[in-house]
């Protein structure tokens, strides 16, 4: 697993340190997003839980949007203002169901890397805040750890697991039949979850290219498909 690069304040592991794939693996994913606005076109983005800003950062370089992105931890605000400066993001210190949201105004996409499985005890309430916050057809996009992969089942699943990553009380991964059920509970429809991506982040450098090698082949067939660490999320409000 790759180390703690950064604490919130309540001292959980929520940052990954850049090291081995850790990088690569964040930056296909960054993609993603940039190509999920871009489908749809969209002019005013929304990050939940940005954290130190990656993400968005690189999001607000790839379109001509208007991106903000919100966190709960002034500790990650704070590191993703001094870090990432561009005329068209913003920081915003946000709780998305104890705030006045609506000053933000509506959104044409709104994202997150690795966010929901913090609230899924809330879920149905944050995906019903974030449909409000949406205008009509606005995209949703998600990146969320995949239950049924042998890694995450350890970390997610297990007493050892939760204490060896320092997770959250309530922090829990995903099966891809939850979300598909969830969704449509908060008024999202053409719910797709994809199960993909192979490459953990913090493995060493060397093995990055062998996986993605061998990863088209794991990712096409449902054989292997489900063993995938992520599911990509996307609907459309």
């Known amino acids: 697993m790759a180390g703690i690069g950064l604490q919130d304040e ?3 592991n929520q940052i990954f ?3 081995g794939s850790t990088p690569f693996r964040a930056s ?26 990656e993400a968005s950062a690189c999001v607000a370089a790839g379109v001509e949007a208007e991106v903000v992105a919100v966190d709960i931890s002034e500790t990650f605000l704070e590191r993703a203002r001094a870090t990432h400066v ?13 705030d006045d949201v ?17 609230l899924v005890v809330r879920l149905n309430d944050v995906l019903r805040a974030l ?34 990553a320092k997770l959250e009380p309530d922090e829990m ?20 979850v994809t199960t993909r991506d192979f490459l953990l982040p913090g493995m060493p450098t060397g093995l990055t290219r062998p996986i993605l090698a061998i990863e088209p082949a794991l990712e096409a067939t449902m054989l292997t498909r ?5 599911h990509f999320i996307s609907a459309r409000a």
Do not use: M
């Open 10 to 12: 309540r001292g959980f």
């Open 17 to 19: 340190a850049p090291v």
């Open 28 to 53: 296909r994913r960054y993609g993603w997003f940039i190509a999920e606005a871009q489908r749809i076109g969209a002019r005013r983005i929304l990050e939940l839980g940005c954290g130190t800003g």
């Open 86 to 98: 561009l005329p068209n993001l913003r920081f915003e210190k946000l709780d998305l169901l104890g």
């Open 102 to 118: 609506g000053r933000l105004g509506q959104f044409d996409l709104v994202f997150g890397n690795g966010i929901l499985h913090h």
């Open 131 to 164: 449909h409000a916050l949406s205008n009509p057809g606005g995209g949703l996009a998600f990146i969320e750890p995949n239950f049924l992969n042998p890694y995450c089942a350890f970390i997610f699943g297990t007493r050892v697991g939760r204490r060896f």
């Open 173 to 192: 991964a995903f099966t891809p039949g939850e979300l598909r059920q969830a969704l449509p509970k908060a008024g999202w429809r053409d719910v797709q």
């Open 226 to 230: 489900w063993l995938a660490q992520s």
